[in-house]
């Protein structure tokens, strides 16, 4: 693996730049030296919340056995042994965790994110004197002091995995205690400081192990989740969690006898929900835990339990603010920005790119795109022979997204490639005989893909790598021998995020090569922004930190020098002229051109409009029963009357009214359905936008993407180019200095944020999503500018976000940095904290219980589940049986998945009933599509929730959170038409929602029969 290098041996960037670690740092100081955190908590729209249970949280009891410290939300407090109020002696701006308390009891340790990474920080037991105690590019976690005081251990991946290390307090000496290849981690000290427990994943032998000067020895071997080990007074007995997904539970080791102990409930009633945090001590016999949302104190030998009852005060705020304006009327034709795979030609005369669902030809000095394809299929992702005579594209003209080609003088277009599953990214060899391309698989999930070559002559295929996740376009070296990529390196087994690298694949088998120009920062959102290999094989070009770089490598693409910065704006999807002198990229809405050997920068006039798909007729509909999504009772017999794409009026039935009929009078209606958490991507071709219709779901919140990709989707579906819903987007995941996902961007410096946040403007955003390593003290910055623009925010975090006023949160699980969730336990419980929290704050929560286990619930409950027809129609045998066949294999993987559901409803259920605004989505493609959005509603039902909630939750409050309920979520007078007719009563029935017999989207009508059907 390669190591992220020191910050000493980073290369210099030409232009001053704040790094976002100490970006974070400046910010914290001026927190801390102004009274801005305070003025903000005491705002008019401030709200206090008292918590008096936390979701794992952590403690760690004094050395004087009198004062408490906690972590609760982020935040370290202390309170009195004997309960009381808490005091904060941390901001809540760092994500503080897993406190440890000096042997002196002057001072608390801590693991905290406030500058990025992972990092040990202490405070003293007052308050004062925040002080950081590691440094670099690395994640520490899980601090104990030792017991004399001299130094703190901790695990690190700073070598490559999980191990522990141990440092001196005085002279700041590192020491590396573990060295194993597996991932070692929570280490505990014994009593007397000569020995150092902790979990261990050694293949051989996983489980609890001592570590002495003599050497480590396993104490216990145990293939369940473990934590948090910890010596007993006498150093005989080691405490640690055990957690099987059936049970969360305090356990016992006896070191000598090497048999252990099950201190809590595992089964039946009354069953222990213990967090994975370290044990704490009041004397020989009295020890210390948190569970079940409590502090609590036991005796050995001794069921009874104390607990140690608490209040912590909080600030929230519920954000008010100008929301963005939204036209969707035609009769404006505004400019098409979703641009996607912009690729030069060789004589860097001519540009092509996908838009509006079909493939555009641009000459230079000619501002006006010609369309090489026009049909109702998805064409996208072209790319020049390189003697300029051939288009490569993808089309979904065949049924599936295949690989065509464009003759460029006689606009012939042949099938090359027509496989089972969809391709991606095309690419030609630089003698153009070959053709790379990636081809997904049955699941098609975010773009996973095995590289493969096809000979353009002969059809010929051949599978270069095995499939590789969300990699960026391939690009070859000039003798066809290197294919380089975009992929993922972790840097350990233990959590999932790393950093974008060049993967370097050699087509004579020879072992990959991650190669970085700067190795501890990602390269940019993968998929398009290189690497570009230049055709003379000199450099390669790729996008890192929003700005175009290239980097000077050798035949094989190995780094041979330093690399240099082209551009001082955002500037993407990089492409070469045959000459290399030349980079054509998109610089945020504009196409533009570099000259190498000047620096010289020319934009490409583009001169492209789109316009609404609007009906200007009269339509009438006559129902049997409207559910307006306001109110739990039907309009019975009436009339909705639809002047070109909105709702004149909704009367009652009068025969022989002017205009369309459409008679529904034994059916009922509903507003259209919103998505509130979904991911697509092109791949999936034209079918996507009539899936999500044939489900009566008329509005989709996509929570990242390629934003070029996810715009032409957007513009395709509301010029009418495609068949869809309406779109409400974001760009790609916002995120820290790890990124894990293909469509995540990396934020490493205060410049680089600012032109995201500038984009989201240029590029029309709905909203912008933040992901799991963004630090609070930036995702502040970010709110601030995206209220002042009139987008809300979303993330997966609760607290403090919603203290300087996020409007939105996504899962009640879902992805942590932490590795446990502040949101919900390993048992699946939330607690007072969590549920408080989100009530007097109003922030918003999609809690995607589908895909917690609410798809698979859901489907053991119904025979006919997999029946429906509109999935039969849209997904193939293979895949529908290796959904069946997953159900199994999860409950043998995660056991209690699926038993531990009911816990996840009782929360939703609760929040619904309390008046926390709860919406609807599902986190698809995870599980599929459209389908997903139906089962949410289903288990929300199943948890007693009335449909009439569901449904609200999934029309009008999903149209308030994304901005739009002026127009959308509720079927009245002067709103937009979007409406489904279905057969049944859904508001006694939930299930008859899903019986879909027309969808009108923006006054269109579509019949079930239209939807199901290819063009």
């Given at each position: 693996?390669?190591?992220?290098?020191?910050?000493?041996?980073?290369?210099?960037?030409?232009?001053?730049?704040?790094?976002?670690?100490?970006?974070?740092?400046?910010?914290?100081?001026?927190?801390?030296?102004?009274?801005?955190?305070?003025?903000?908590?005491?705002?008019?729209?401030?709200?206090?919340?008292?918590?008096?249970?936390?979701?794992?949280?952590?403690?760690?009891?004094?050395?004087?056995?009198?004062?408490?410290?906690?972590?609760?939300?982020?935040?370290?407090?202390?309170?009195?042994?004997?309960?009381?109020?808490?005091?904060?002696?941390?901001?809540?701006?760092?994500?503080?965790?897993?406190?440890?308390?000096?042997?002196?009891?002057?001072?608390?340790?801590?693991?905290?994110?406030?500058?990025?990474?992972?990092?040990?920080?202490?405070?003293?037991?007052?308050?004062?004197?925040?002080?950081?105690?590691?440094?670099?590019?690395?994640?520490?976690?899980?601090?104990?002091?030792?017991?004399?005081?001299?130094?703190?251990?901790?695990?690190?991946?700073?070598?490559?995995?999980?191990?522990?290390?141990?440092?001196?307090?005085?002279?700041?000496?590192?020491?590396?205690?573990?060295?194993?290849?597996?991932?070692?981690?929570?280490?505990?000290?014994?009593?007397?400081?000569?020995?150092?427990?902790?979990?261990?994943?050694?293949?051989?032998?996983?489980?609890?192990?001592?570590?002495?000067?003599?050497?480590?020895?396993?104490?216990?071997?145990?293939?369940?989740?473990?934590?948090?080990?910890?010596?007993?007074?006498?150093?005989?007995?080691?405490?640690?969690?055990?957690?099987?997904?059936?049970?969360?539970?305090?356990?016992?080791?006896?070191?000598?006898?090497?048999?252990?102990?099950?201190?809590?409930?595992t089964t039946g009633a009354g069953i222990s929900d213990v967090f994975p945090f370290r044990t704490s001590w009041l004397n020989e016999e009295e020890y210390m835990y948190s569970a079940d949302g409590k502090i609590k104190i036991s005796t050995v030998g001794e069921k009874n339990e104390e607990l140690v009852p608490f209040k912590a005060m909080v600030t929230v705020v519920t954000p008010k603010y100008a929301r963005k304006a939204y036209d969707f009327n035609a009769g404006k034709p505004k400019s098409v920005k979703g641009i996607k795979g912009l690729n030069v030609s060789p004589d860097g005369k001519r540009y092509v790119f996908s838009a509006l669902g079909d493939i555009w030809?641009?000459?230079?000095?000619?501002?006006?795109?010609?369309?090489?394809?026009?049909?109702?299929?998805?064409?996208?992702?072209?790319?020049?022979?390189?003697?300029?005579?051939?288009?490569?594209?993808?089309?979904?003209?065949?049924?599936?997204?295949?690989?065509?080609?464009?003759?460029?003088?006689?606009?012939?277009?042949?099938?090359?490639?027509?496989?089972?599953?969809?391709?991606?990214?095309?690419?030609?060899?630089?003698?153009?005989?070959?053709?790379?391309?990636?081809?997904?698989?049955?699941?098609?999930?975010?773009?996973?893909?095995?590289?493969?070559?096809?000979?353009?002559?002969?059809?010929?295929?051949?599978?270069?790598?095995?499939?590789?996740?969300?990699?960026?376009?391939?690009?070859?070296?000039?003798?066809?021998?290197?294919?380089?990529?975009?992929?993922?390196?972790?840097?350990?087994?233990?959590?999932?995020?790393?950093?974008?690298?060049?993967?370097?694949?050699?087509?004579?088998?020879?072992?990959?090569?991650?190669?970085?120009?700067?190795?501890?920062?990602?390269?940019?959102?993968?998929?398009?922004?290189?690497?570009?290999?230049?055709?003379?094989?000199?450099?390669?070009?790729?996008?890192?930190?929003?700005?175009?770089?290239?980097?000077?490598?050798?035949?094989?693409?190995?780094?041979?020098?330093?690399?240099?910065?082209?551009?001082?704006?955002?500037?993407?999807?990089?492409?070469?002229?045959?000459?290399?002198?030349?980079?054509?990229?998109?610089?945020?809405?504009?196409?533009?051109?570099?000259?190498?050997?000047?620096?010289?920068?020319?934009?490409?006039?583009?001169?492209?409009?789109?316009?609404?798909?609007?009906?200007?007729?009269?339509?009438?509909?006559?129902?049997?029963?409207?559910?307006?999504?306001?109110?739990?009772?039907?309009?019975?017999?009436?009339?909705?009357?639809?002047?070109?794409?909105?709702?004149?009026?909704?009367?009652?039935?009068?025969?022989?009214?002017?205009?369309?009929?459409?008679?529904?009078?034994?059916?009922?209606?509903?507003?259209?359905?919103?998505?509130?958490?979904?991911?697509?991507?092109?791949?999936?071709?034209?079918?996507?936008?009539?899936?999500?219709?044939?489900?009566?779901?008329?509005?989709?919140?996509?929570?990242?993407?390629?934003?070029?990709?996810?715009?032409?989707?957007?513009?395709?579906?509301?010029?009418?180019?495609?068949?869809?819903?309406?779109?409400?987007?974001?760009?790609?995941?916002?995120?820290?200095?790890?990124?894990?996902?293909?469509?995540?961007?990396?934020?490493?410096?205060?410049?680089?944020?600012?032109?995201?946040?500038?984009?989201?403007?240029?590029?029309?955003?709905?909203?912008?999503?933040?992901?799991?390593?963004?630090?609070?003290?930036?995702?502040?910055?970010?709110?601030?500018?995206?209220?002042?623009?009139g987008l809300p925010v979303s993330s997966h975090e609760i607290f403090p976000a919603m203290r300087y006023g996020v409007d939105a949160v996504e899962h009640i699980g879902g992805t942590s940095r932490r590795g446990y969730s502040p949101k919900i336990t390993a048992m699946n419980h939330s607690y007072q904290d969590v549920k408080e929290l989100l009530l007097k704050s109003q922030m918003n929560i999609t809690p995607t219980i589908s895909l917690q286990g609410g798809y698979f619930a859901m489907a053991s409950k119904d025979p006919d589940f997999y029946e429906n027809k509109q999935f039969r129609a849209f997904y193939s045998t293979e895949f529908i049986n290796e959904i069946k066949?997953?159900?199994?294999?999860?409950?043998?993987?995660?056991?209690?998945?699926?038993?531990?559901?009911?816990?996840?409803?009782?929360?939703?259920?609760?929040?619904?009933?309390?008046?926390?605004?709860?919406?609807?989505?599902?986190?698809?493609?995870?599980?599929?599509?459209?389908?997903?959005?139906?089962?949410?509603?289903?288990?929300?039902?199943?948890?007693?929730?009335?449909?009439?909630?569901?449904?609200?939750?999934?029309?009008?409050?999903?149209?308030?959170?994304?901005?739009?309920?002026?127009?959308?979520?509720?079927?009245?007078?002067?709103?937009?038409?979007?409406?489904?007719?279905?057969?049944?009563?859904?508001?006694?029935?939930?299930?008859?929602?899903?019986?879909?017999?027309?969808?009108?989207?923006?006054?269109?009508?579509?019949?079930?029969?239209?939807?199901?059907?290819?063009?």
């Open positions: 693996m390669i190591r992220p290098t020191p910050f000493s041996e980073v290369p210099q960037l030409k232009t001053p730049r704040v790094t976002l670690g100490v970006f974070c740092l400046l910010l914290l100081v001026s927190f801390f030296n102004s009274k801005n955190a305070k003025a903000y908590a005491t705002t008019a729209d401030s709200i206090k919340v008292a918590l008096t249970e936390g979701t794992n949280m952590a403690l760690d009891l004094s050395p004087d056995k009198t004062t408490i410290a906690a972590d609760i939300q982020g935040t370290i407090w202390s309170i009195p042994i004997a309960g009381g109020d808490a005091k904060a002696l941390t901001d809540g701006m760092g994500d503080d965790r897993q406190p440890s308390w000096s042997p002196d009891g002057s001072k608390v340790a801590f693991q905290s994110f406030r500058d990025g990474y992972y990092h040990i920080w202490s405070v003293n037991k007052d308050g004062s004197g925040l002080k950081q105690i590691t440094l670099g590019v690395f994640d520490e976690r899980e601090p104990e002091w030792s017991p004399d005081g001299k130094s703190i251990v901790f695990s690190s991946d700073r070598a490559g995995n999980y191990d522990i290390w141990k440092m001196d307090l005085h002279t700041h000496a590192l020491t590396q205690i573990t060295k194993d290849p597996a991932n070692d981690y929570c280490p505990s000290f014994s009593p007397d400081g000569s020995k150092i427990t902790f979990i261990s994943e050694r293949t051989s032998a996983p489980g609890i192990y001592i570590w002495s000067s003599d050497g480590e020895k396993l104490a216990i071997k145990s293939a369940g989740k473990l934590a948090a080990p910890a010596f007993n007074p006498a150093g005989t007995h080691i405490f640690y969690n055990l957690s099987t997904g059936a049970f969360s539970s305090l356990q016992d080791l006896d070191i000598a006898a090497g048999t252990t102990t099950a201190l809590t409930v030809l641009l000459e230079k000095g000619n501002p006006i795109p010609k369309a090489l394809t026009k049909d109702a299929y998805m064409d996208a992702d072209p790319t020049w022979s390189p003697d300029g005579t051939q288009l490569a594209f993808l089309s979904d003209r065949s049924g599936a997204m295949n690989l065509w080609l464009h003759d460029i003088k006689t606009g012939k277009q042949t099938m090359l490639v027509k496989l089972d599953y969809d391709l991606n990214y095309p690419n030609w060899s630089p003698d153009g005989s070959k053709i790379a391309f990636y081809m997904g698989d049955s699941k098609n999930t975010w773009g996973r893909g095995t590289l493969q070559t096809v000979e353009v002559k002969t059809g010929k295929i051949e599978k270069i790598h095995e499939s590789l996740f969300v990699p960026s376009q391939p690009s070859w070296s000039p003798d066809g021998q290197t294919i380089a990529l975009s992929g993922l390196q972790v840097y350990s087994t233990r959590y999932r995020e790393g950093i974008n690298k060049f993967i370097l694949v050699s087509l004579d088998k020879q072992p990959d090569r991650f190669v970085s120009p700067m190795p501890e920062r990602s390269l940019g959102m993968r998929a398009k922004n290189g690497p570009a290999w230049s055709p003379d094989g000199k450099y390669i070009a790729y996008t890192q930190d929003g700005l175009l770089w290239t980097v000077p490598v050798d035949a094989t693409g190995n780094i041979v020098g330093a690399p240099k910065v082209l551009t001082h704006e955002l500037s993407e999807v990089p492409s070469w002229t045959a000459d290399s002198k030349t980079i054509v990229f998109m610089a945020t809405d504009t196409i533009k051109q570099i000259t190498l050997a000047d620096g010289k920068i020319e934009t490409i006039p583009l001169n492209f409009k789109w316009d609404y798909k609007q009906p200007k007729e009269i339509t009438v509909i006559h129902a049997g029963k409207v559910f307006d999504g306001k109110n739990e009772a039907y309009h019975t017999n009436v009339d909705i009357i639809v002047e070109g794409n909105r709702i004149r009026e909704i009367v009652p039935h009068k025969a022989g009214r002017t205009g369309k009929l459409i008679d529904a009078s034994d059916k009922t209606i509903i507003p259209g359905l919103f998505e509130m958490h979904t991911h697509q991507h092109a791949m999936t071709g034209e079918k996507l936008g009539r899936l999500w219709l044939s489900y009566g779901i008329t509005s989709l919140r996509e929570t990242g993407a390629d934003p070029f990709d996810a715009l032409e989707r957007k513009e395709s579906w509301d010029a009418g180019t495609l068949t869809g819903p309406r779109e409400f987007f974001t760009g790609g995941l916002t995120d820290g200095s790890r990124i894990y996902y293909g469509l995540a961007n990396s934020i490493y410096s205060t410049s680089q944020l600012d032109m995201e946040l500038d984009r989201s403007v240029r590029l029309g955003y709905d909203m912008i999503k933040t992901y799991v390593r963004m630090p609070d003290i930036l995702q502040q910055r970010i709110t601030n500018f995206a209220h002042a623009h066949a997953n159900v199994p294999m999860i409950e043998k993987m995660f056991p209690g998945y699926m038993s531990n559901f009911g816990q996840i409803q009782k929360t939703t259920k609760t929040l619904m009933a309390s008046g926390a605004r709860v919406t609807a989505g599902t986190d698809s493609p995870f599980v599929p599509y459209a389908m997903s959005l139906h089962t949410e509603l289903q288990a929300w039902v199943d948890s007693g929730i009335s449909p009439f909630e569901t449904l609200r939750s999934a029309t009008l409050w999903a149209a308030q959170a994304v901005g739009v309920s002026k127009d959308l979520g509720s079927l009245e007078k002067g709103k937009l038409a979007d409406l489904v007719i279905v057969d049944g009563d859904p508001l006694v029935q939930i299930r008859d929602a899903w019986n879909v017999k027309s969808v009108m989207k923006n006054g269109i009508i579509f019949t079930i029969d239209d939807l199901l059907k290819r063009p």
